[in-house]
């Protein structure tokens, strides 16, 4: 794991940035991408497409402001995403809200985990295999009954 976890931040973060949050209502679910950055799944087209036949925004981040980022973040009634930076965005999350942080088989780093532990969400990882299967993200939309009658 990179750093060191302490919990003062996390608790510093929200009571600083808490005015910027927004409270989870009528709010699609997110999908936090990575466009342009590295360790992308070979198959992030179709990762991505699934999630929005099933209802969720794609967001890059690095097109929102962070203003932006924590007003979306705050208000989705679920967060999905590849590993990386804009995992961070999971501090500004309500309690008990269904995140999916998603792997690359070579690299793993258990960093957003403890943001997730931090603030009560239910967080659940997946690990890509050398062939990408769909099968556990669909599993984790239903489980999280987000529709997904949408793909095959």
């Known amino acids: 794991m990179t750093g060191v976890w302490n919990p003062f931040g996390w608790n510093w973060l929200r009571e600083k940035f808490d005015h910027f949050r927004q409270p989870t209502a009528n709010a699609n679910p997110i999908f936090l991408t990575r466009r342009g950055a590295t360790r992308i799944p070979k198959n992030i087209a179709e990762i991505e497409s699934l999630f929005t036949q099933n209802g969720f925004d794609i967001i890059d981040c690095g097109k929102h402001t962070v203003r932006e980022q924590i007003h979306l973040a705050s208000a989705a009634p679920a967060i999905a995403g590849l590993h990386g930076a804009a995992m961070t965005n999971l501090l500004w999350a309500q309690p008990g809200t269904p995140v999916l942080e998603i792997f690359q088989c070579d690299y793993l780093n258990g960093c957003y985990e403890q943001i997730a532990f931090q603030g009560g969400l239910d967080y659940t990882a997946i690990v890509l295999e050398e062939q990408p299967q769909?099968?556990?993200?669909?599993?984790?939309?239903?489980?999280?009954?987000?529709?997904s009658t949408a793909y095959p």
């Open 134 to 147: 769909m099968t556990n993200i669909l599993n984790w939309l239903n489980v999280h009954h987000i529709s």
